[in-house]
Protein backbone atom coordinates (compact mmCIF):
# COMPACT_ATOMS: atom_id res chain seq x y z
CA UNK A 1 0.00 0.00 0.00
CA UNK A 2 1.39 3.58 -0.65
CA UNK A 3 0.15 7.15 0.48
CA UNK A 4 -0.75 9.49 -1.98
CA UNK A 5 -1.49 13.43 -1.07
CA UNK A 6 -3.41 15.80 -3.23
CA UNK A 7 -5.35 19.32 -2.75
CA UNK A 8 -8.89 18.80 -2.33
CA UNK A 9 -11.79 21.44 -1.62
CA UNK A 10 -12.46 21.67 1.81
CA UNK A 11 -16.43 21.17 1.56
CA UNK A 12 -15.53 17.57 -0.66
CA UNK A 13 -17.42 15.35 0.79
CA UNK A 14 -14.02 13.31 1.80
CA UNK A 15 -12.75 16.30 3.08
CA UNK A 16 -15.92 17.11 5.28
CA UNK A 17 -15.93 13.50 6.61
CA UNK A 18 -12.33 13.77 7.88
CA UNK A 19 -12.92 17.15 9.53
CA UNK A 20 -15.90 15.26 10.82
CA UNK A 21 -13.87 12.54 12.67
CA UNK A 22 -10.73 15.34 13.19
CA UNK A 23 -12.97 17.46 15.29
CA UNK A 24 -15.02 14.38 16.85
CA UNK A 25 -11.86 13.18 18.48
CA UNK A 26 -10.47 16.34 19.97
CA UNK A 27 -13.10 17.79 21.06
CA UNK A 28 -14.22 14.08 22.71
CA UNK A 29 -10.48 13.79 24.20
CA UNK A 30 -11.17 17.32 25.43
CA UNK A 31 -14.19 16.57 26.93
CA UNK A 32 -13.35 13.69 28.47
CA UNK A 33 -10.02 15.04 30.11
CA UNK A 34 -11.98 17.81 32.04
CA UNK A 35 -15.03 17.16 32.22
CA UNK A 36 -15.29 13.26 32.09
CA UNK A 37 -17.98 12.77 29.69
CA UNK A 38 -17.65 12.82 25.34
CA UNK A 39 -18.81 16.14 23.51
CA UNK A 40 -22.82 17.16 23.92
CA UNK A 41 -23.81 15.64 20.11
CA UNK A 42 -25.82 19.59 19.27
CA UNK A 43 -22.84 21.24 21.06
CA UNK A 44 -20.63 18.97 18.36
CA UNK A 45 -22.75 19.74 15.37
CA UNK A 46 -22.77 23.25 15.99
CA UNK A 47 -18.81 23.67 16.12
CA UNK A 48 -18.47 21.32 13.23
CA UNK A 49 -20.69 23.66 10.78
CA UNK A 50 -19.54 26.66 12.52
CA UNK A 51 -15.80 26.10 11.28
CA UNK A 52 -16.03 25.53 7.38
CA UNK A 53 -12.92 25.36 6.52
CA UNK A 54 -13.42 28.34 3.68
CA UNK A 55 -9.99 29.59 4.59
CA UNK A 56 -8.69 26.64 3.46
CA UNK A 57 -9.43 27.42 -0.20
CA UNK A 58 -7.33 29.00 -2.53
CA UNK A 59 -5.78 31.49 -3.16
CA UNK A 60 -4.92 31.89 0.55
CA UNK A 61 -5.15 28.44 1.24
CA UNK A 62 -5.14 24.83 0.59
CA UNK A 63 -6.50 21.72 2.27
CA UNK A 64 -4.58 18.34 1.33
CA UNK A 65 -6.12 14.84 1.69
CA UNK A 66 -4.02 12.08 2.18
CA UNK A 67 -4.75 8.24 0.90
CA UNK A 68 -3.34 5.33 1.92
CA UNK A 69 -3.90 2.55 -0.78
CA UNK A 70 -6.46 4.72 -2.06
CA UNK A 71 -8.60 4.95 0.65
CA UNK A 72 -8.85 8.80 2.66
CA UNK A 73 -6.97 8.19 5.16
CA UNK A 74 -5.91 12.05 6.53
CA UNK A 75 -5.52 15.65 6.37
CA UNK A 76 -3.48 18.94 6.77
CA UNK A 77 -4.41 22.66 5.50
CA UNK A 78 -2.42 25.79 5.49
CA UNK A 79 -3.89 29.25 5.59
CA UNK A 80 -2.20 32.41 4.62
CA UNK A 81 -2.14 35.03 8.04
CA UNK A 82 0.01 37.66 6.42
CA UNK A 83 2.16 37.42 2.68
CA UNK A 84 5.41 35.92 4.72
CA UNK A 85 3.25 33.53 7.39
CA UNK A 86 1.08 30.16 6.89
CA UNK A 87 -0.84 28.56 9.59
CA UNK A 88 -0.65 24.47 9.70
CA UNK A 89 -3.97 23.09 10.78
CA UNK A 90 -6.17 20.53 11.00
CA UNK A 91 -3.55 18.20 10.70
CA UNK A 92 -5.26 14.42 11.54
CA UNK A 93 -4.64 10.73 10.51
CA UNK A 94 -7.60 8.45 11.71
CA UNK A 95 -6.59 5.89 14.53
CA UNK A 96 -6.65 2.86 12.46
CA UNK A 97 -4.08 4.88 10.15
CA UNK A 98 -1.65 5.73 12.72
CA UNK A 99 1.86 4.64 12.23
CA UNK A 100 2.28 4.32 8.93
CA UNK A 101 3.94 7.53 8.18
CA UNK A 102 0.97 9.39 6.86
CA UNK A 103 0.83 12.13 9.16
CA UNK A 104 5.09 13.58 8.20
CA UNK A 105 4.07 13.01 4.69
CA UNK A 106 1.00 15.85 5.52
CA UNK A 107 3.27 18.05 6.71
CA UNK A 108 5.59 17.99 4.49
CA UNK A 109 2.82 18.32 2.02
CA UNK A 110 1.63 21.22 3.82
CA UNK A 111 4.98 22.67 3.96
CA UNK A 112 5.61 22.69 -0.03
CA UNK A 113 1.75 24.25 -0.42
CA UNK A 114 2.80 26.58 2.10
CA UNK A 115 5.98 27.78 0.16
CA UNK A 116 3.96 27.66 -3.14
CA UNK A 117 1.79 30.52 -1.30
CA UNK A 118 5.12 32.61 -0.49
CA UNK A 119 5.73 31.86 2.70
CA UNK A 120 8.78 32.01 4.84
CA UNK A 121 7.73 30.48 8.04
CA UNK A 122 4.86 28.36 9.25
CA UNK A 123 3.19 28.00 12.25
CA UNK A 124 0.57 26.17 14.60
CA UNK A 125 -0.81 25.80 17.90
CA UNK A 126 -1.84 22.66 19.87
CA UNK A 127 -2.71 21.44 23.17
CA UNK A 128 -1.18 19.99 26.08
CA UNK A 129 -3.26 16.59 25.92
CA UNK A 130 -2.20 15.89 21.88
CA UNK A 131 1.35 14.75 22.92
CA UNK A 132 1.22 13.02 19.84
CA UNK A 133 1.17 15.74 17.83
CA UNK A 134 3.51 17.72 19.64
CA UNK A 135 5.76 14.64 19.14
CA UNK A 136 5.53 14.94 15.36
CA UNK A 137 5.87 18.65 15.32
CA UNK A 138 9.40 18.40 17.24
CA UNK A 139 10.61 15.53 15.23
CA UNK A 140 9.92 17.63 12.34
CA UNK A 141 11.77 20.28 13.31
CA UNK A 142 9.43 22.45 15.14
CA UNK A 143 10.40 24.82 17.30
CA UNK A 144 7.86 25.36 20.12
CA UNK A 145 7.35 29.28 20.50
CA UNK A 146 5.60 31.92 22.45
CA UNK A 147 1.86 32.24 22.22
CA UNK A 148 0.83 33.80 18.26
CA UNK A 149 -3.15 33.79 19.43
CA UNK A 150 -5.41 33.71 21.85
CA UNK A 151 -7.04 30.32 21.31
CA UNK A 152 -8.69 28.95 24.24
CA UNK A 153 -7.66 25.54 23.58
CA UNK A 154 -4.04 26.26 22.32
CA UNK A 155 -1.58 25.64 24.97
CA UNK A 156 1.20 25.33 22.80
CA UNK A 157 2.57 27.03 19.82
CA UNK A 158 5.28 26.30 17.34
CA UNK A 159 7.00 27.54 14.29
CA UNK A 160 9.14 26.62 11.45
CA UNK A 161 11.28 28.44 8.68
CA UNK A 162 10.24 27.55 5.39
CA UNK A 163 13.56 29.33 3.23
CA UNK A 164 16.08 26.96 2.43
CA UNK A 165 19.94 27.37 2.80
CA UNK A 166 19.41 29.08 -0.89
CA UNK A 167 16.98 31.43 0.08
CA UNK A 168 18.67 32.86 3.36
CA UNK A 169 22.14 33.24 1.75
Not at 105 to 116: F, G, M, Q, S, T
Amino acid sequence: MTWTVAPEPYDSPTALALWRAYYTEVSDRWYLLHEGHRTDPAELERAIAGRTGAELAPPNGELLIARYGGEPAGSAGVRLLDPETAELTRVFVPEGMRGRGGAALLVAAAEEAARALGAQRIILDTRADLVEARALYARLGYTETGPHNDDPYAEHWFRKDLRTHEDVT
